[in-house]
């Protein structure tokens, strides 16, 4: 079974410029999260969809964030100005459902770097 | 908030034993997660309680209290590849969200 596929793996921009996020969720999964991870901390969720619906964006920092899963399968991830501070990895996950005891499976993140 | 507490870092030998506990905020508690993150990879699943005890999964086991808000990893006959970080995470109710800890950094040392 493929795995949740994220793309670029690496990504370095200047402060103020503009980058985007893929995300592939295992075949079947309805829920789809986005977690943004800095160095030496534990993942924060960002945004929570359940097929093309947003169940959860209260985290998100929506004057600069924006993410769709407009089909209810891949989703991305944008940021527009970016600032020093978002520098981190971003983590994509999805699980079957978004049932309390439904394990969540991650992608192997994007390391943003921003200069 | 939701709280989720683990101790940073620690430090174990090889072929210990070795407790990670966890402690979080009981309101809208429905589970809990460990999770196994090595630098530069993605977290992947060790454990899973909802119910009061203690589960083992080979030299691994999770315990929870859900009275006490209260939840440890135990990690059996250490090795080498053990050294990685662990992360507690917990299933609140409300909107069906998945929060995690800041992670505990486990070093194993020969």
């Known amino acids: 079974e493929a795995g949740v596929a994220q793309s670029p793996r690496y990504k370095i921009i200047e402060k103020r410029q503009s980058v985007a996020f893929w995300c592939n969720p295992i075949s079947g999964h309805a829920t789809l999260y986005w977690y943004q991870q800095i160095l030496g901390q534990g993942p924060k969720l960002l945004i929570q969809f359940q097929n093309n619906g947003v169940v959860d964006d209260s985290q998100l920092p929506k004057d600069r964030f924006s993410a769709e899963r407009l089909k209810g399968v891949d989703s991305t991830l944008k940021i527009q100005p970016a600032k020093l501070e978002d520098s981190a990895v971003y983590l994509c996950?999805?699980?079957?459902?978004?049932?309390?005891?439904?394990?969540?499976?991650f992608g192997s993140g994007t390391q943003l770097s921003v200069l | 908030g939701q709280n989720i507490d683990q101790p940073t870092e620690m430090t174990a030998t090889e072929g210990a034993i070795v407790q990670i506990n966890c402690t979080y905020q009981t309101s809208g508690f429905n589970g809990l997660f460990w999770y196994q993150q090595h630098a530069g990879e993605a977290p992947t699943f060790l454990s899973y309680n909802v119910l009061d005890g203690l589960e083992e999964k080979g030299r691994f086991s999770s315990f929870l209290s859900r009275s006490k808000g209260y939840s440890y990893l135990l990690l059996k006959e250490l090795q080498m590849k053990d050294s990685a970080s662990y992360l507690c995470?917990?299933?609140?109710?409300?909107?069906?969200?998945?929060?995690f800890g800041q992670g505990t950094e486990l070093s194993v040392k020969p």
């Open positions: 996950a999805s699980s079957l459902d978004r049932q309390v005891n439904e394990k969540l499976f």
């Open positions: 995470a917990v299933f609140y109710n409300q909107g069906g969200k998945l929060i």
